[in-house]
C-alpha cells in the first residue's frame, strides 16, 4: 500500500530554514532504478517522489510520510497538475528500526528538486552503510523527529491559545514565550524553535482565513 502525503508542510521543529537569497536551482538525473524516465531534463514531481521512496525503502524505512505544499487528492497523493507552491520545502518522516527519523530539505526551487535532494541524500547514506564506514544508527543518529509526524502539535497548543485567537494574541503570545524561553533565562533552543514554527504556522493559516 503507498503511503498518504501530508498537507500542508509540517516543517520539523528546529530545523532551519534556508535563506530566500540561498534557495538555487537545480537539476537532478531523472532516473530511477527499474524505470525510464523522460521529463525534458526536469525532475517531476511523480519522478521526485518515486526516487525518494525507493530509496528510502531500499534502506528499510518504514511509515514513510512525505510531507509538502502540494495539494493531495482524495487518496492523499499529491495532483500530478499541482503548480509549484510559493514555499518548496520538503519533509519525510519515518522509521529507522521503530525510531522516529526525519530528513527535510528547502535548498532547491522546485518540491521536484527537493525530493529528488533528498533521494541523493538517503543514496548516498546506503553507499556508506554498504562501505562499513557506520552502522544505520550512527548515519541517522542526528535526523530524530522531534516531535513525531503524527504527534505534531497545532499552532494553538504549542502557544497555549485557543483555536479562534487573532493574529494579535498570538504575537503576543509568541514575545512572551520567546522572553521565557531565552538561554540566558534558562530556556532552550528547542523550545524557541517550536514556538517560532507554530508562530509561522498561525500566520500562514490566518492569512490564508483573512
Known amino acids: ?108 526551487d522546485r518540491v521536484a528538486d527537493n525530493m529528488a535532494a533528498l533521494a541523493a541524500h538517503v543514496e548516498a547514506m546506503r553507499g556508506q552503510l554498504r562501505w562499513g564506514v557506520g552502522t544505520l544508527e550512527q548515519a541517522f543518529g542526528g535526523y530524530r523527529a522531534l516531535p513525531e509526524m503524527g504527534a505534531r502539535r497545532r499552532w494553538w497548543e504549542v502557544l497555549g491559545l485557543d483555536p479562534g485567537a487573532t493574529m494579535a494574541d498570538v504575537d503576543r503570545k509568541r514575545a512572551e514565550l520567546l522572553m521565557r524561553f531565552h538561554p540566558d533565562r534558562g530556556g532552550a533552543h528547542d523550545q524557541a524553535a517550536e514556538v517560532n514554527a507554530a508562530y509561522d504556522e498561525a500566520r500562514k493559516e490566518l492569512a490564508a482565513a483573512a
Open 1 to 108: 500500500m503507498i503511503p498518504p502525503d501530508a498537507f500542508p508542510l509540517a516543517w520539523p521543529v528546529g530545523w532551519p530554514r534556508t535563506p530566500a537569497d540561498k534557495v538555487a536551482r537545480a537539476r537532478f538525473n531523472v532516473r530511477v532504478t527499474g524505470h525510464a524516465y523522460r521529463t525534458k531534463g526536469q525532475v517531476t514531481n511523480y519522478v521526485g517522489r518515486l526516487r525518494l521512496m525507493e530509496e528510502l525503502r531500499r534502506l528499510g524505512a518504514t511509515d514513510i510520510v512525505l510531507s509538502t505544499n502540494l495539494p493531495t487528492r482524495l487518496d492523499g497523493l499529491p495532483y500530478s497538475s499541482a503548480k509549484e507552491p510559493s514555499d518548496h520545502g520538503v519533509a519525510v518522516y519515518f522509521r529507522i528500526k521503530g525510531e522516529p527519523r526525519v530528513l527535510a530539505c528547502d535548498r532547491w
